[in-house]
């Protein structure tokens, strides 16, 4: 049992693993200035595979689900990550992303009956500060609309991956159809937001269409599925202590790949973060995950649910 739940946790992570890679995939293979259209690419192709492949669409109630889950988890949450890493000084969006599972277990006390623990708190404030020792910079001022902004990100995101746990999945219906039915309505969200602010696709050649299709597959049809699916069988306090792996992985790839430079303060801090994540893996006493089965059309399983936050975004450039 042990075995099994720690493979499930370690698959879980990769998700926000890969959301690590984005931001550099985005400044070296893609098109400059275009995160809307990024997003709009990641979300609606990955979902429409997903739907090619298990040939199931919602029914009844669940399609106004699907569509408010997609809108939360996707649609919302990309355009609002944007602007708020546009408008706001270096890594700071990633700084307010970081107390998302503060708001998740908040949310789990109000929506799942889950109550709060001291440990959870403290460890989520640790999680949180040791984020910003990553990623923060002391450049510029704070934007209003900015703040606003990321906060916003982070609340709908919050706010969908709790209600994906209180109504679970339809009966007979698997993450991967979840996962897709999500994608889809949110892609399907963006794509007016993307081409009213920002125009025609922009031209692509071989380079930018191996971006393009390593963030769809890889980044969001596969992460999104291994992230539903950790939602669906594992605890608040594994799961939404696996979001600071994002920024941390950020900060590596810039290490390794980018040629940038980590500070002994960033060590600190990455050290920090990382210590959170493996103690939120830590339950109080063993449990049984909870099923996330919808077995009926108007309620759904109820339990824990964790929060993904976004990739570090260095020098306040955006994490598509």
Do not use: C
Request: aromatic share 8%; no cysteine.
């Amino acid at each position: 049992m042990a075995a099994n739940r720690a493979t499930l946790i370690a698959l879980t992570a990769l998700a926000p693993v890969s959301w690590g890679t984005t931001y550099a995939v985005t400044t070296e293979f893609l098109p400059p200035d275009r995160p809307l259209f990024t997003g709009l690419v990641r979300a609606l192709p990955a979902g429409l595979v997903l739907l090619a492949l298990v040939r199931v669409l919602p029914r009844g109630a669940w399609w106004w689900k699907a569509t408010v889950l997609g809108a939360l988890n996707i649609g919302a949450f990309f355009p609002l990550l944007f602007l708020s890493a546009y408008r706001l000084p270096g890594g700071m969006a990633a700084v307010v992303g970081s107390v998302g599972p503060l708001l998740v277990v908040g949310l789990s006390a109000l929506l799942l009956g889950q109550r709060p623990t001291v440990r959870n708190v403290i460890t989520g404030a640790v999680a949180a500060f040791g984020v910003s020792l990553v990623v923060l910079r002391a450049v510029g001022a704070l934007d209003v609309p900015g703040v606003v902004a990321a906060l916003a990100s982070t609340a709908s995101m919050s706010t969908g991956t709790v209600l994906t746990k209180r109504w679970g999945r339809p009966e007979g219906v698997g993450p991967l159809a979840l996962t897709g039915w999500q994608l889809t309505a949110g892609g399907l969200l963006i794509a007016p937001v993307a081409f009213l602010a920002e125009g025609a696709p922009p031209a692509l050649d071989a380079t930018a269409v191996g971006g393009y299709l390593y963030l769809a597959l890889a980044n969001t049809a596969i992460a999104y599925w291994l992230w539903f699916r950790g939602i669906g069988r594992l605890t608040a306090t594994q799961v939404t202590f696996l979001g600071p792996l994002s920024p941390l992985t950020a900060a590596l790839v810039g290490w390794a790949a980018l040629g940038e430079t980590l500070t002994p303060l960033q060590l600190a801090g990455m050290a920090l973060a990382f210590g959170a994540t493996v103690a939120g893996q830590i339950t109080a006493r063993p449990s049984t995950p909870a099923p996330d089965i919808d077995r009926s059309s108007g309620s759904g399983a109820r339990g824990d649910a964790p929060h993904p936050t976004g990739a570090a975004v260095p020098a306040g450039r955006p994490r598509s």
